[in-house]
């Protein structure tokens, strides 16, 4: 089935520590790829987005990511992270040819002192 | 970017009856979202609204459950009808001028029903 898969449902860091959190997708094609953050009772906020070209790219708050075609994944990673970093990381795609985005089922970042 | 915003922000609505959730964009967007985030879940989609075409719904969400207007490229409106319990959620609406380019979303309507 179509989908898109965040493999860890928390993860646990411990501050200036480095981060990387998965994100796997099983569509044909290379879908557009995106990274969202949900922090406490707020909304969603792009971190950053692959459409083509560059398979690293740079986000917001020092994020980037890279897209591995053969691996269908694109992964979050942030070299040293910070106590405000605590949050929901969504990793989501839009399949070739749909008009809708495609939410992963979430990671949850906790970072430890 | 655009900056959305919806309105209300939360509230606490008693089974069988209807909220509307108000979503207003501060540019035009050719494309609206809503989602639907059950405690400690995902984000589902519910409909994409286009301005001058009917919602297009997600398999298992309906209109007469879900109605959803568009009237122009700033803003959308999303009912919760006779609800019940288990629609108790966050619901955010999200837009973007089309899907080579990210979407915005709302802070975010914490509906709760008792």
């Known amino acids: 089935a179509q989908s898109v898969t965040q493999p860890d449902i928390h993860i646990t860091v411990s501050e200036g520590a480095s981060l990387e959190l998965r994100c796997n997708y099983s569509?044909?094609?290379?879908?557009?790829l995106f990274w969202y953050v949900q922090s406490p009772g707020q909304g969603l906020q792009l971190l950053l987005k692959y459409f083509s070209g560059d398979t690293l790219v740079q986000g917001i708050k020092g994020f980037e990511a890279e897209f591995k075609r053969s691996q269908s994944s694109f992964n979050l990673r942030k070299p040293s992270v910070h106590w405000s970093d605590a949050a929901e990381y969504f990793c989501?795609?839009?399949?070739?040819?749909?008009?809708?985005?495609?939410f992963g089922t979430g990671t949850r970042l906790l970072v430890s002192p | 970017s655009a900056v959305i915003s919806q309105k209300p922000s939360r509230d606490i609505c008693q089974r069988g009856t209807s909220l509307t959730i108000q979503c207003q964009v501060d540019s035009q967007v050719t494309m609206m979202f809503w989602y639907r985030q059950q405690p400690g879940q995902s984000l589902t989609l519910i409909a994409t609204a286009n301005q001058g075409s009917e919602a297009t719904y997600e398999s298992g969400f309906v209109i007469d459950k879900f109605p959803i207007s568009r009237p122009n490229l700033t803003f959308s409106t999303l009912t919760v009808s006779n609800m019940s319990p288990e629609d108790s959620s966050i619901y955010l609406c999200?837009?973007?001028?089309?899907?080579?380019?990210?979407?915005?979303f709302g802070q975010g309507t914490r509906l709760t029903v008792v």
């Open positions: 999200g837009g973007g001028v089309g899907m080579n380019t990210e979407a915005f």
């Open positions: 569509y044909g094609a290379t879908p557009y």
């Open positions: 989501a795609v839009v399949p070739t040819g749909f008009q809708k985005l495609v």
